[in-house]
């Protein structure tokens, strides 16, 4: 079982950063694979990163990659997601999420299963 707690959304202009952190509880961070993801108003929920358990392995959707970095510390059950350049179709509300089951893979929402209660992002034009 894992709890995760999102932190660090905001309001920041086009061309701005912001810095999300996602804080786990659980003794077994470190063998889940972790996923930012986002939903905004009137859309699906979309996948925006993806980390593997021992950071081997980094996915990124088309639309964030070359301006947001996903990273984790398992030593502090966190992973974080840096967003540089944002644009206002970058606004929306950010989850992080975890699959069902340890060491495994996944860029589909549906086999995650551990959320958080997601941090709002808006960026203004």
């Known amino acids: 079982q894992l709890q995760l707690v999102e932190s660090g959304g905001g309001l920041v202009q086009a061309g701005g950063s912001l810095r999300l952190s996602c804080a786990a509880s659980?003794?077994?961070?470190?063998?889940?694979?972790m996923g930012w993801f986002r939903q905004a108003p009137g859309k699906e929920r979309e996948f925006v990163a993806l980390?593997?358990?021992?950071?081997?392995?980094?996915n990124y959707a088309d639309s964030v990659k070359g301006r947001f970095t996903i990273s984790r510390d398992n030593a502090k059950n966190t992973v974080a997601l840096q967003m540089n350049n944002l644009k206002p179709e970058d606004t929306a509300v950010y989850y992080c999420?975890?699959?069902?089951?340890?060491?495994?893979?996944?860029?589909?929402?549906?086999?995650?299963?551990?959320w958080g209660q997601g941090t709002q992002v808006t960026v203004s034009s």
């Open positions: 999420a975890a699959p069902r089951s340890t060491y495994t893979i996944t860029l589909d929402p549906a086999h995650f299963a551990f």
């Open positions: 659980g003794r077994t961070f470190s063998r889940y694979t």
């Open positions: 980390i593997t358990w021992n950071s081997g392995s980094i």
